[in-house]
Structure formats: C-alpha cells, structure tokens
C-alpha cells in the first residue's frame, strides 16, 4: 500500500482572488443553486458553516456518474490571508473506497482574474481503486459555474 498519496488540478477564473475566496467560503450552502447538476443537498451540520470545526454535508454527483454520494466534512483550516481552505472528509461515500480524504482549495492571483488550486490528499482501502480524479472534474466544473454565477450577481 502506498500511503497517503495527493493529486491536484488548477483552473482560472475571471473573478478577482479574494471575492473568489469569499464566494467558496461562504457559497458552499448554495452548491445546489450554482451547480445542480453537480451538487443535489448542502447542510450545516455542526457550528456556522463558514469558520474552522463548521461541519456540512453535501450530496452529490460526480462528473460522467448517475449516482448520488453523500459526503460529511469538517473545515479543519481557513485562512483568509492565504486564501486557503482545508475541508477533512468525516463520513460518506467515498470512504468505501478511501481510508483518508481531505481538500484544499487555495485561491491566488493570476492577470485580471484568479487561479484556484484543488488538492486532494487520499488513502486507498486497495490498490485497486483508482485515483480521485473525477472529484477534481466536479471542482473543475464547480469553478466555471461559481465563476458565472459571481459575474450574473
């Protein structure tokens, strides 16, 4: 077994870094309106839902998939300064398949607009299963539908 491995996806958007950074601290409830296709149920489970300890709960379907998971995660970090984020996977659907998962997005400046990194740090249960890479496909869309839904507001 491997360990702990990690793999990341960049995108830019045209948003400015830190109104980006506001957007997915406090915009991840709405996940459903932004993304429907992507996201079907988002909840604050546990504290305000936007500071480190707030615990949500999302539901939903992964890029090229038909089927509803359902992930319960913890804010771990967020820091406004380096514009990161840190969500720890507790429970759901994607612990069938993985011992670990956290995420990081991190914000930063590029030209007019922002480059958010995604990074997705993951045990396996087995070699077997494969890489997580169809999550970076679903943060990949979620960016161009947050980028679309900040320039309509």
């Not at 429907?36 to 936007?50: L, N, S």
Request: charged share 25%; net charge negative; aromatic share 10%.
């Amino acid at each position: 077994m491997a360990g702990i491995c990690q793999i990341e996806a960049d995108s830019e958007v045209k948003c400015k870094p830190h109104k980006y950074f506001e957007m997915i601290k406090y915009s991840l409830l709405h996940l459903p309106t932004i993304y429907p296709e992507g996201y079907t149920d988002a909840q604050i489970i546990e504290g305000d839902g936007v500071s480190e300890g707030s615990v949500r709960l999302w539901k939903y379907i992964l890029p090229g998939t038909t089927e509803e998971e359902v992930v319960k995660c913890r804010t771990t970090k967020q820091d406004d300064k380096t514009m990161t984020l840190v969500l720890f996977v507790e429970e759901g659907s994607v612990h069938s398949r993985f011992k670990h998962i956290q995420v990081t997005v991190q914000v930063f400046p590029k030209g007019e607009g922002s480059l958010v990194k995604w990074i997705i740090e993951f045990e396996k249960h087995h070699g077997e299963v494969p890489d997580p890479h169809m999550y970076l496909d679903l943060f990949h869309n979620l960016n161009l539908k947050m980028d679309a839904y900040a320039h309509k507001a």
